[in-house]
């Protein structure tokens, strides 16, 4: 069954070190997102990204943050200079479309195992 | 823009006892309705989901939901937990470009 992978599965970084997290969606599927679970709170939208642009980002996406999709399969998150409060589980998820596209899109997202940063 | 709201953030039942678990929620469309469970130290993993049709929805692990527009819920149920359905549950309505989460069901299973 295909999937969405995500490495790494944990990473520990000094505060202010850029941290790029990667994702590979789905293979047909056209829109990415990140999502981000700080450790016993609710997951957070923090972007949406589609046709090689972001869609819709949260407030908690900052100018700190990027998104890129370098090559036809990864799909990055970038943390320029991370915080201690950016210590998080960070989830990577497709789906085929998001809205629209008739009865076969139900708008469910596929989510990865998640990368859990650490920052210290 | 849509929401969801779950009530309790932690619910506790005896193995072989009735789950509910609440959401509500609100959406200036028909919504598109998930349950998500997340085990410990896992990533998100789908249980069920409305689209339209039937408002009731089976899910895997034994699990079902209702949609009831009237009262804008899509509760999570499972008629007898087992040891193994503790865990955290999200529910989650999708909106135009992305989807939004509740702040999650903590469920622990008492033997």
């Known amino acids: 069954e295909p999937e969405v992978t995500q490495t790494p599965s944990h990473q520990v970084t000094q505060m202010g070190q850029e941290v790029i997290l990667r994702c590979v969606p789905i293979?047909?599927?056209?829109?990415f997102y990140w999502y981000r679970q700080i450790l016993g709170q609710k997951v957070e939208f923090l972007v949406s990204f589609y046709n090689n642009e972001i869609s819709e980002k949260s407030e908690i996406f900052d100018d700190q943050f990027s998104v890129e999709r370098p090559d036809g399969s990864n799909f990055t998150l970038k943390i320029r200079s991370t915080k201690l409060e950016d210590s998080a589980m960070y989830f990577c998820?497709?789906?085929?479309?998001?809205?629209?596209?008739?009865?076969?899109?139900?708008?469910?997202?596929?989510f990865g195992e998640g990368s859990r940063l650490t920052v210290l | 823009a849509q929401s969801v709201t779950q009530l309790g953030s932690h619910v506790s039942v005896s193995e072989g006892a009735l789950v509910l678990l609440r959401c509500n929620y609100s959406?200036?469309?028909?919504?598109?309705l998930f349950w998500y469970v997340q085990y410990p130290n896992q990533g998100l993993q789908l249980l069920l989901k409305?689209?339209?049709?039937?408002?009731l929805v089976k899910g895997i692990n034994g699990f079902e939901a209702e949609f009831k527009k009237s009262e804008t819920s899509f509760h999570l149920t499972k008629p007898s937990a087992h040891m193994s359905d503790a865990a955290e549950y999200f529910c989650?309505?999708?909106?135009?470009?992305?989807?939004?989460f509740g702040a999650g069901t903590r469920l622990t299973v008492k033997p």
């Open positions: 293979s047909n599927h056209l829109y």
């Open positions: 989650a309505v999708k909106g135009n470009n992305d989807m939004r």
């Open positions: 959406s200036s469309v028909p919504p598109y």
């Open positions: 998820a497709s789906s085929v479309l998001p809205s629209g596209g008739g009865l076969l899109n139900t708008g469910e997202l596929f």
């Open positions: 409305y689209t339209t049709g039937a408002t």
